[in-house]
Nanobody, 120 residues
Framework: QVQLVESGGGLVQAGGSLRLSCEAS????????MGWYRQAPGKQREPVAT???????NYADSVKGRFTISTDNPQNTLYLQMDSLKPEDTAVYYC??????????????WGKGTLVTVSL
């Protein structure tokens, strides 16, 4: 199975910036979408930003205008540029790659997460 490894998390003061990276161990067959999700203690995991292979992006309302999702070329690495960070952004951030084996069979690959802590 393909492995995804996140990096770039850490401690930052409110108003600061971080860039997260997610590297795939190999190319994913039928890659369709990539995304970042986050989970704060005691809360459900929620989507933050997604990007399609064609480059279309979507963002959660809470991060619009502050976060930017992007990929390299070839698309083995996913990035999340986080600016103007707020304490409520504190969470474990996970990356996900989705591959379509067929029109009805999709496979999700998840990283193990990287912790982002935003202090006051």
């Amino acid at each position: 199975q393909v492995q995804l490894v996140e990096s770039g998390g850490g401690l930052v003061q409110a108003g600061g910036s971080l860039r997260l990276s997610c590297e795939a161990s190999s190319s994913i067959f039928g890659l369709t979408t990539m995304g970042w999700y986050r989970q704060a203690p005691g809360k459900q995991r929620e989507p933050v930003a997604t990007i399609t292979r064609a480059g279309s992006t979507n963002y959660a309302d809470s991060v619009k205008g502050r976060f930017t999702i992007s990929t390299d070329n070839p698309q083995n690495t996913l990035y999340l540029q986080m600016d103007s960070l707020k304490p409520e952004d504190t969470a474990v951030y996970y990356c996900k790659f989705t591959g379509a084996r067929s029109a009805s069979y999709f496979e999700d690959y998840w990283g193990k997460g990287t912790l982002v802590t935003v202090s006051l």
